[in-house]
């Protein structure tokens, strides 16, 4: 079932998707997921649009009961509604943006989390956070809410919110692992922008060496491919591994972009 990919990291520990549209990204059926295994603490890292996250946490032989910590990157539809399907016996934290959780809508109808603040404090102990939060110490660490020091265009967002005004994705965040090669950047759509995500993680801890990215990295057309192309290039970062929300257009134009990663890819570090 997993197709294991070495990183050239040492193995400290791997991130396995969980879930991902299978080819190209689209909006009704592309969810995501990933399970972070490292320092002997399992992190579930967005819950995907169904139920395929419970399901193919059992094919791997695990439950939602074996995860210690649930991390959302944004609020969107795709990475949230997978959550209603997973039950737990007992609290475990749940971390996210403080906007994460409020409503979002396209096209007049709800692309939002879809549970009351009120159903996840119940099931949950909810940290808001738009600080940086140290999920384990000193190893593993939500962002929290990323600068926006380069802007970005504003017909990239096309969602609003309940208020009616652009859902510019506030709440959009990432996790950073660090490694003993330096510094592995978790993405869930990068709406915040894949270079202020890697400038804004640059600066919290000291210009470490940004050493690898993976997840979601909002290229949906040809355009969106280049920039990001040439900014990963720019960084000169080594490992590169897309899941979600790109398109197959024309990517054998962009090497960068080889190594996208399918459901229960497990790539070690």
Same mark, same amino acid.
């Given at each position: 079932?997993?197709?294991?990919?070495?990183?050239?990291?040492?193995?400290?520990?791997?991130?396995?998707?969980?879930?991902?549209?299978?080819?190209?990204?689209?909006?009704?059926?592309?969810?995501?997921?990933?399970?972070?295994?490292?320092?002997?603490?399992?992190?579930?890292?967005?819950?995907?649009?169904?139920?395929?996250?419970?399901?193919?946490?059992?094919?791997?032989?695990?439950?939602?009961?074996?995860?210690?910590?649930?991390?959302?990157?944004?609020?969107?539809?795709?990475?949230?509604?997978?959550?209603?399907?997973?039950?737990?016996?007992?609290?475990?934290?749940?971390?996210?943006? #403080?906007?994460?959780?409020?409503?979002?809508?396209?096209?007049?109808?709800?692309?939002?989390?879809?549970?009351?603040?009120?159903?996840?404090?119940?099931?949950?102990?909810?940290?808001?956070?738009?600080?940086?939060?140290?999920?384990?110490?000193?190893?593993?660490?939500?962002?929290?809410?990323?600068?926006?020091?380069?802007?970005?265009?504003?017909?990239?967002? #096309?969602?609003?919110?309940?208020?009616?005004?652009?859902?510019?994705?506030?709440?959009?965040?990432?996790?950073?692992?660090?490694?003993?090669?330096?510094?592995?950047?978790?993405?869930?759509?990068?709406?915040?922008?894949?270079?202020?995500?890697?400038?804004?993680?640059?600066?919290?801890?000291?210009?470490?060496?940004?050493?690898? !990215?993976?997840?979601?990295?909002?290229?949906?057309?040809?355009?969106?491919?280049?920039?990001?192309?040439?900014?990963?290039?720019?960084?000169?970062?080594?490992? !590169?591994? #897309?899941?979600?929300?790109?398109?197959?257009?024309?990517?054998?134009?962009?090497?960068?972009?080889?190594?996208?990663?399918?459901?229960?890819?497990?790539?070690?570090?």
């Amino acid at each position: 079932m997993d197709n294991l990919i070495n990183a050239g990291f040492e193995k400290e520990g791997y991130v396995q998707v969980i879930n991902n549209e299978l080819n190209e990204f689209d909006n009704e059926n592309s969810g995501f997921s990933l399970l972070i295994n490292f320092e002997g603490k399992k992190i579930l890292f967005d819950f995907g649009i169904g139920r395929e996250v419970k399901e193919n946490l059992l094919k791997i032989g695990l439950t939602e009961e074996d995860i210690d910590f649930f991390v959302l990157s944004h609020g969107h539809i795709d990475h949230t509604q997978g959550i209603k399907y997973l039950t737990l016996n007992e609290k475990k934290k749940f971390i996210c943006h #403080p906007r994460a959780l409020e409503g979002k809508f396209f096209e007049g109808r709800s692309i939002g989390f879809p549970l009351t603040k009120e159903y996840l404090e119940n099931h949950f102990g909810i940290i808001c956070s738009k600080e940086p939060y140290e999920i384990i110490k000193d190893k593993v660490f939500f962002l929290g809410e990323i600068p926006r020091e380069n802007l970005l265009n504003e017909k990239n967002f #096309p969602g609003k919110l309940a208020d009616g005004s652009i859902d510019f994705c506030i709440d959009d965040s990432a996790i950073a692992l660090k490694t003993d090669k330096g510094i592995l950047l978790i993405v869930g759509c990068s709406h915040s922008g894949i270079d202020n995500i890697i400038n804004y993680s640059k600066g919290l801890f000291n210009n470490e060496k940004i050493y690898g !990215i993976l997840g979601g990295m909002h290229m949906l057309n040809l355009d969106s491919l280049r920039k990001v192309s040439s900014i990963l290039e720019k960084e000169n970062i080594a490992n !590169i591994f #897309p899941t979600h929300c790109i398109i197959n257009e024309n990517k054998e134009s962009f090497p960068l972009f080889q190594k996208r990663l399918k459901t229960f890819d497990k790539v070690y570090f």
